[in-house]
Structures are given as C-alpha cells and as structure tokens.
C-alpha cells in the first residue's frame, strides 16, 4: 500500500526559533498535500493544501507567514513553523494523495512539536 | 457548511462486548466517508472507507460500516471488542474530493477487561 512518512517524528525547540517538518510518499508520486494540525484531545484541523509546484492553500485563520509549505517535488512536502512559540505545540500531521478527485489520501505518522 | 459529528466523546465497553460508533455528516451531496484510529502520540491508520455501491463496509480488524443516506450516518460496528482497540476513533468526509478531509471530534474507546 501507499505509504507516507513523516520527520521527525518528534521535535522540541526554543521559542523564536524554526522548525521544519518533512513529509515524503515513498512509493507513489504526491500531486496533493495536506497539512494538518491536532490539539490535545481535540481532531484534526486542516491547515492547508499544497500542490506540487505551485503555492499552498491555506484554510481560513491559518497564518500563511507562520506556517510556511513548500511543495517542491512529487514526494515531498515540507512545513516550516517559524518563529515558534509555546501556543504552536502541537501535533501535526501530513497527508498526500494522487491528484485531488476521487483518491484517497494516506497519512503520515505525525509529529510532535513542542516549543519551550 | 460541511461538518462532521461524533456525539459520543468517550465510550466504554467490555470486552467481547459488542460496539457502535456514530457518525453523521452534513454535506451537499453524498461525500466520501472514512473511519480512522489512532492510538496515543500516533499518527491516523484507516480502518474503512465508503465511496459508492455497497452501503455495508468492511474494514480491518473486524470492523464495519453501514452508510444510510436517509440519517446521514456513517456508524462505525465490531461485534466483539478487543482491549487492543481501545484508541480514538475518528469519522471524516470528503466532499467533491475523497482526499480534503473534514474530521469528527473523535470517539475515545476505553475497553475494560
């Protein structure tokens, strides 16, 4: 089956610093990404999609200059916190499918940001 | 707007018991419908989805899901409960595309022995 993995799988980092998270399709090629975020005990949130080669759709509220997502190849897709801060720990999960209609996505394992 | 809904935000069940799950969606049209678990600190692993044809679903781990259009409900069944399921359990659709999601709440499933 398709898989997705994500790096790291953990992170911690100090406040104003960046943190980049990878999400790579091992066996298949991504044309769609999307990034979502997980608060404790809450669901997922989606933050935005990224097609390969071009700029990523943020969802209302999410900071585009924050969050920053680059798509630059059919197997990876990367998310960049900048400038972290302690509200920006959490859990952060990448998904990918093969185009946008009618396909299924697949999910990475996850990662768990905490900024101290 | 489309939305997801689990009511239920932590169940208990015994083993061996049996389950269910309930989901219901709002959507415009009949959106994809999914069902995924994910254990503490772990990312989501799919359990089922529906797409179209058959309204029963079979899945892994010996679940399964019937989707009824008429309450638009995606419930989630296994007839016997294992304490390895205990997780969060969540319902998602995608509507026009299969791989946007729009996620429940999630369900927490505690099994007592």
């Known amino acids: 089956g398709a898989v997705v993995s994500q790096h790291p799988s953990r992170v911690i980092c100090k406040s104003g610093t960046s943190v980049k998270i990878e999400c790579r399709s091992l066996?298949?090629?991504?044309?769609?990404m999307f990034w979502y975020r997980q608060f404790p005990k809450q669901s997922l949130m989606l933050m935005a999609t990224?097609?390969?080669?071009?700029?990523?759709?943020?969802e209302q509220g999410v900071e585009k200059d924050k969050f920053l997502i680059n798509h630059a190849s059919l197997t990876l897709s990367t998310l960049t916190v900048t400038s972290a801060h302690p509200e920006d720990s959490s859990f952060y999960i990448c998904?990918?499918?093969?185009?946008?209609?009618?396909?299924?996505?697949?999910f990475g394992q996850g990662t768990r940001l905490t900024v101290v | 707007a489309q939305s997801v809904t689990q009511p239920d935000i932590h169940i208990t069940v015994s083993e061996g018991a049996s389950l269910e799950l309930r989901c219901n969606y709002s959507?415009?049209?009949?959106?994809?419908l999914f069902w995924y678990v994910q254990s503490p600190g772990q990312g989501l692993q799919l359990l089922l989805k529906y797409f179209s044809g058959d309204t029963l679903v079979q899945g892994i781990k010996g679940f399964e899901a019937e989707f009824k259009r008429s309450q638009s409900s995606f419930n989630l069944r296994k007839p016997s409960v294992h304490w390895s399921d205990a997780a969060e359990y969540f319902c998602?659709?995608?509507?026009?595309?299969?791989?946007?999601?729009?996620f429940g709440t999630g369900t927490r499933l505690q099994v007592t022995l």
């Open positions: 998904s990918a499918s093969v185009g946008t209609l009618n396909t299924e996505a697949f």
């Open positions: 066996d298949f090629q991504a044309t769609t």
């Open positions: 998602a659709a995608g509507g026009g595309t299969a791989s946007k999601l729009t």
């Open positions: 959507y415009g049209a009949t959106p994809y």
């Open positions: 990224s097609n390969e080669g071009s700029k990523a759709t943020y």
